[in-house]
């Protein structure tokens, strides 16, 4: 398509693919100073998007290495075109490209995937943690069928993943400027690596796959009856009741339970 | 639409690196910018940190994806979001520039070129008049530094922009270092544009640094990198001298951020070439 005629919103897509797609032939009647001038959009867009993507995963960059992050920035850069006004957004997806990409290092993904999460957490809904005392207040005059019927509220903004790397010991480790050399290991047993925010502070914690799939559940929406019924399916109605007290205690005790739902 | 009073002051851009400066201490600035986006969130430290600033010091809310320019109209949620923003702040102003930014496709987050147009011009009028209304406020508009130009123009950047004031009744945000960047890239005469444009219309003065032509590449690229040079400083005085409103003026930095006191260093001397500008348009 030749731009010299073209309406404004034809001018536009064809502009924009030029910009994205460095090596796309430039429109018909262009010259030396506009190639010259769509270089610098064109380096400008990468840069920005891969500055952006090593701000967010500050702790994956320093665990593969400058380049080698460079490398997949880059091809997430190109395979992901950003679609959403927020430079935050240009991490979607990253964990995915990391894991496609670092094959023989499948911490990697998992490691991107924890710290996007982080990330997205910290700008989340300002809540207040509900703590024991105010749990107990809330549900005090509790009969069975309430607390069948009894949803939780979570911390806005907390997710979940199931890994099979020890992400604490990797994140601890890449807290350090120098992250090389680590022998990583894989868990005996994929685990359930939760992320919520301690007041202004992203946190995580690593999980059973159980508990995991308790608090994804919950988190959709689910009672504390379906919860108990789930449980018993794997482990006995008794035992059930027991471990989802411990859950719901332990979820209290880090901060993660915001209230009930009405 | 209400009408901008004219604000007298200098100020810097607000930066993570000197969030503890300014909620430590008083800052010797008369206001600071905010880029909108990075508080266009739900919550968290950032927005924390904005109320405590803003409780010291006016803030301007300055956003790099409106789109203004787009074809494709512009986006609700990004308005909303940013009507939240400017709910809870009260700034001092709402800016944005003269670019566009996406399709309905992709953003691009970069400042894009327009061609200079009748039918973009009315796009760009129609959009402000648009982002105006959801705000229910004026906004400034900035000039942006350009590293093309299209066959198609019509009209000259300066002409585009007070066409753009005249219709929508935007204020202006001249940014002397793109001025005097586009300036150079397309070789026209940066006097001329500070003739043209609408100075009764400007509220607010962007300076920064740019990163100089070098061999095998002839263009000048806003960076905001460095220190604002000579030649900026030069039209800076220039426009002083040609305002008769007070406006703000303030230093851009984004990256490679020096410690505060080097920018303190740098505003003060903007302090003092607009008060000898103003001291050589009394005499």
């Not at chain 2, 039209?235 to 003026?249: E, F, G």
Request: glycine fraction near 8%; aromatic fraction near 8%; hydrophobic fraction near 45%.
């Amino acid at each position: 398509m030749t731009m010299a005629a073209a309406p404004l919103a034809d001018l536009q897509t064809t502009f924009l693919a030029q910009v994205l797609d460095a090596d796309a032939p430039l429109p018909h009647g262009w010259g030396s100073s506009h190639a010259a001038g769509m270089a610098v959009y064109r380096n400008n867009y990468r840069s920005a998007l891969i500055d952006a993507l090593r701000a967010i995963y500050e702790r994956t960059e320093r665990w593969v290495g400058a380049d080698a992050f460079g490398r997949a920035a880059a091809h997430h850069v190109i395979s992901h075109p950003p679609t959403s006004w927020t430079l935050d957004d240009a991490g979607i997806g990253f964990d995915a490209t990391c894991a496609e990409l670092f094959t023989g290092d499948p911490e990697v993904g998992e490691l991107a995937w924890l710290e996007g999460a982080m990330m997205d957490v910290f700008t989340a809904a300002d809540s207040t943690a509900m703590d024991a005392a105010g749990f107990s207040a809330a549900t005090a005059a509790f009969g069975e069928e309430d607390w069948a019927g009894l949803q939780l509220a979570f911390q806005p903004g907390s997710s979940s993943c199931v890994v099979r790397h020890d992400l604490r010991a990797i994140w601890q480790h890449v807290a350090d400027e120098d992250a090389s050399g680590v022998a990583v290991t894989p868990l005996d047993h994929p685990a359930t690596c939760i992320v919520w925010r301690e007041g202004e502070r992203s946190t995580f914690t690593m999980a059973s796959t159980l508990e995991g799939r308790a608090f994804t559940t919950m988190q959709a929406g689910a009672s504390y009856g379906v919860l108990c019924e789930m449980l018993s399916d794997e482990l006995g109605v008794e035992q059930a009741i027991m471990q989802a007290g411990q859950f719901l205690g332990h979820w209290l005790a880090e901060g993660m339970i915001v209230g009930l739902r009405s | 639409m209400n009408a901008i009073a004219p604000f007298n002051g200098f100020g810097l851009g607000l930066r993570r690196t000197h969030y503890a400066d300014f909620l430590d201490r008083d800052v010797p600035v008369d206001f600071v910018e905010v880029i909108s986006e990075n508080f266009m969130v739900d919550g968290g430290r950032p927005l924390r940190i904005l109320d405590e600033v803003r409780e010291k010091l006016p803030v301007i809310l300055h956003g790099v994806s409106m789109s203004i320019g787009s074809a494709h109209g512009l986006d609700t949620e990004y308005l909303d979001r940013l009507k939240r923003l400017e709910r809870r702040v009260d700034p001092l102003f709402v800016s944005d520039h003269l670019c566009w930014t996406r399709t309905s496709a992709h953003n691009s987050h970069d400042l894009l070129p327009l061609p200079l147009t009748e039918e973009a011009l009315e796009v760009v009028c129609a959009n402000i008049c648009n982002a105006q209304d959801h705000l229910g406020r004026a906004m400034l508009i900035e000039n942006p530094s350009s590293y093309l130009t299209f066959p198609q123009d019509e009209m000259r950047e300066w002409e585009f922009l007070a066409e753009m004031a005249r219709r929508t009744g935007c204020y202006l945000l001249l940014d002397v270092n793109n001025i005097y960047v586009s300036a150079q890239n397309h070789g026209f005469d940066a006097r001329e544009y500070l003739a043209g444009v609408p100075l009764d219309r400007v509220r607010q003065i962007h300076l920064a640094g740019h990163t100089p032509a070098e061999d095998g590449r002839e263009i000048i690229i806003d960076t905001h990198d460095r220190e604002v040079c000579d030649a900026v400083w030069e039209l800076y005085a220039h426009a002083m001298r040609l305002l008769s409103q007070p406006v703000a003026t303030m230093i851009e930095r984004d990256d490679k951020i020096p410690p505060l006191p080097e920018l303190l260093a740098e505003l003060d001397g903007a302090r003092r070439i607009a008060a000898e500008a103003k001291q050589g348009v009394a005499a």
